[in-house]
C-alpha cells in the first residue's frame, strides 16, 4: 500500500525513463502511480552503453554499487573496416578521466536494478491508457481495464512509439534509415571483453557489444530480412571476407537465432508538455542506437523532471513542466542530432562513399569524436 502523496502522478510505462523518474518521485515521498503495458518485468533485450552523463543518475538513487556490480566497464570502442582493418581505436579514458565510466550493461538488468527504487510506487503491470482528457484543473485517465481516475498530472514515458504523444500531441516525425539493425547474443569467448567493436561496410554494419558474460551482436543493412535464417545466410553472404578473416565473427553469426529487427529510426516531439501531460524519453526525443545514449538522455532527463516537480504542488505542474522542457529539451536534442550524424556515417551504401568515410574515421581525434557526449557531462542542466 503507497502512502498517500500530495501530488497525484500517473507515469505511464515502467521502462528506463519511468523507473528513473518513479525512483527519484519516491524519494520525494511522492510515489506516483505506473502503468506499464507488458505483463512481465523485461528479461531479453539488448546491451546498454550508459554514459556517465546517465549513470550519475543512480548514484542519487542509491542503485550506482549495483551497476558497478551488474556491469563491464568499457576500455576501448573500435571502428574497423569492413574487412576488419582497424580505423580507430577510441581510449575510453579520454571519457572516463573526468566522468567516470562507460558502463556496458543488459537491458533487462539495468531495469532490473532500477525497479526497486520504485517500491513506494503503485506498479500496475498489463495496463495501458485509454483515453486521455485534460479539465482546468487535472487530468481524466480511463484504462483499458475500463477503470478511471484523476490524476494532477500525467508523464508519459512510453518510449519511441509513444501512446501518449499520439494521444495529446499527434503523430511525430523523424531520421528514418530504412535499414534495420538485428541484435542477438552470443558467447563472448573470441572478444576482448572490455572492447566495443564495429565493422562498417557498404551496406552492411556488424558489431560486438560486451557484457558480463556475453556478448551483444548488432547487425544491419538496407533489407527487410527477419527470420533468423534469412539474417544468417545473408549475413555469411555480405561478411565473407571479415568472416573468413575473423573466425569469432564467424562463430557469433552462427550463433544468431530469432534475431530481434529495429528499424533504424527516430523520433522528435515538438513539445514535451502540453498543460498537465508531459513526455519524458524516448516519447520525447527517441533515438537510434548509434550515439549509444539515448538511455543517459532518458535518465538524465527523468531527473530532471523529477526535481522540477519537487518544486510544485498540484496547481503549479504546468510551469514545472514548463521549465522542464526549457531545462532538458536543447541539449537532448543535440544529442539527438549527433545521433543522427553518426547514423548517416554508418547506414552508406556505395563502395566510393565507404571509402571516403573510412579515411574520415582514421584520423578522427577521439576527444573530437566524444565532443558533445564529453561536454555534456560537464554542462549543467
Ligand atoms: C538495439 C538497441 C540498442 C540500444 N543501445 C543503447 C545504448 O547502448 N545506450 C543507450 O544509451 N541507449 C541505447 N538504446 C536506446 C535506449 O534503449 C532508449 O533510448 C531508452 O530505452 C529510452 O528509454 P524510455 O524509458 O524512454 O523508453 P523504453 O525504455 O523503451 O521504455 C518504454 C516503456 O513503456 C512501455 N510502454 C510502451 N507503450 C506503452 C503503453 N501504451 N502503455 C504502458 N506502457 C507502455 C514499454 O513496454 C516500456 O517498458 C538502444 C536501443 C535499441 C533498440
Known sequence: MSPPSDLRLLVIGAGIAGLTLAGRLCQQGRPPVLVERAVSADSGGYAIGLYPMGSCVL?????????????????????????????????????????????????????????????????????????????????MVTFDDGSAEEFDAVVGCDGMNSLTRDMVFGP?????????????????GPFDSNVAREWCGPGSFFGVYPV????????????????????????????????????????????????????????????????RVALCGDSAVAFMPTAGVGASVAMRAAAGLADELSRADAATVPLAFERYERRCRAWAERAQAESRRLGRAMFVRHRATARIRDQIVSRYPAKLALRDIIRSTHEPF
Open 212 to 275: 558480463p558474460g556475453q556478448v551483444m551482436c548488432a547487425a544491419g543493412g538496407p533489407s527487410g530480412a527477419v527470420r533468423g535464417s534469412e539474417v544468417r545466410s545473408l549475413l555469411r553472404r555480405q561478411l565473407a571476407v571479415l568472416c573468413q578473416r575473423e573466425p569469432g565473427v564467424a562463430a557469433a553469426i552462427d550463433e544468431l537465432d530469432g534475431p530481434h529487427p529495429w528499424a533504424m529510426a527516430d523520433r522528435r516531439c515538438r513539445r514535451w508538455f502540453n498543460h
Open 172 to 188: 511525430a516525425r523523424g531520421f528514418e534509415s530504412g535499414w534495420l539493425l538485428w541484435t542477438w547474443w552470443a558467447g563472448g
Open 59 to 139: 548514484h542519487g538513487l542509491g542503485a550506482y554499487d549495483e551497476l558497478t556490480r551488474r556491469a563491464i566497464t568499457l576500455d576501448r570502442y573500435e571502428l574497423t573496416s569492413a574487412a576488419g582493418r582497424v580505423l580507430q581505436s577510441f581510449d575510453m579514458a579520454v571519457l572516463t578521466a573526468a566522468a567516470g565510466p562507460l558502463h556496458m550493461v543488459t537491458r533487462a538488468d539495468l531495469l532490473g536494478l532500477l525497479e526497486p527504487t520504485c517500491r513506494q510506487a503503485e506498479l500496475r503491470r498489463g495496463v495501458t491508457v485509454a483515453s486521455l482528457a485534460q479539465a482546468e484543473g487535472s487530468a
